[in-house]
């Protein structure tokens, strides 16, 4: 068995874990702690380090971390729920140094969607998979024959004068009180506009809400069949885990 650690950095809780690389199973416990007030670098880091640590990174080939930001040559050109100090950091290499080793480090939703191609929903997918994450924003990852396209931001995407996830977003449907319904509503124009553009093969649904997928999903009007993610919380550390093992 091949195993690698996965890191899962968030606005509010990083996790991690040991992972199989072979059946994408979690071998250890997750270990858990919340992200240091204020998101600031050299917190966050530290607290990674100590998870890292927990979980015997020095005993392996492989740690890869994910991290909500868009990444470039492994430096983080955004920041979300964390501290504007992150944006243009050269994350990559302050993670290396603070673990003793060489890491990789990858969005967060880039990572998930990885993990559902490789174990989850879009596993054996030939074509384009889109998987999507609706919850605060929407992220979302691209993965060709599963090949990791990266840093597409359909949250980001304008449509009807405003950024998509500003309307159709889970936290929006939360705030507002919209009925699965009217939500639906919002999405059919979504991801009707996202098939227009890109014609994929398969969509896979995640985020917190897609456990209710059977009150939105049946309700869209699409020629791409559409299924909700399978990994739930733990795709964001198995992608990383996964991605580190493949480009280490």
């Known amino acids: 068995m091949t195993h690698a650690i996965g890191i899962d950095i968030g606005g509010t809780g990083i996790k991690g874990a040991l992972v199989d690389l072979d059946s994408g199973e979690l071998v250890s416990e997750r270990v858990k702690r919340p992200t240091p007030e204020g998101g600031l670098p050299a917190d966050v880091v530290a ?73 989850g929903a879009a596993a054996g997918q030939r074509g384009l998979t889109i998987v999507t994450t609706l919850g605060t924003g929407i992220g979302s990852a691209f993965i060709h024959d599963g090949v990791l396209i990266p840093n597409t931001e359909l949250g980001h995407l304008e449509l009807d004068g405003a950024d998509v996830e500003t309307w159709a977003a889970n936290s929006v449907r939360e705030r507002d009180e919209l009925s699965f319904e009217v939500w639906a509503e919002r999405l059919q124009r979504f991801y009707a506009h996202v098939e227009f553009l890109f014609s994929p093969e398969l969509f896979v649904v995640g985020g917190g809400v897609s456990k209710y997928h059977e009150q939105f999903l049946p309700l869209l009007e699409l020629r791409t069949p559409i299924v909700p993610a399978t990994l739930r919380n733990n795709a964001g550390l198995m992608g990383a885990a996964a991605l580190a093992h493949r480009d280490g």
């Open 47 to 119: 607290t990674v380090a100590e998870i890292a640590d927990e979980l015997g990174a020095e005993r392996l080939d492989a740690v890869g971390i994910c991290f909500p930001a868009i990444v470039l040559g492994g430096r983080t050109m955004s920041a979300a729920n964390v501290s504007d100090e992150w944006i243009g950091l050269d994350a990559d290499s302050l993670f290396a140094s603070a673990l003793g080793r060489e890491i990789h480090f990858v969005n967060d939703a880039d990572a998930a969607g990885y993990a559902e191609a490789r174990y």
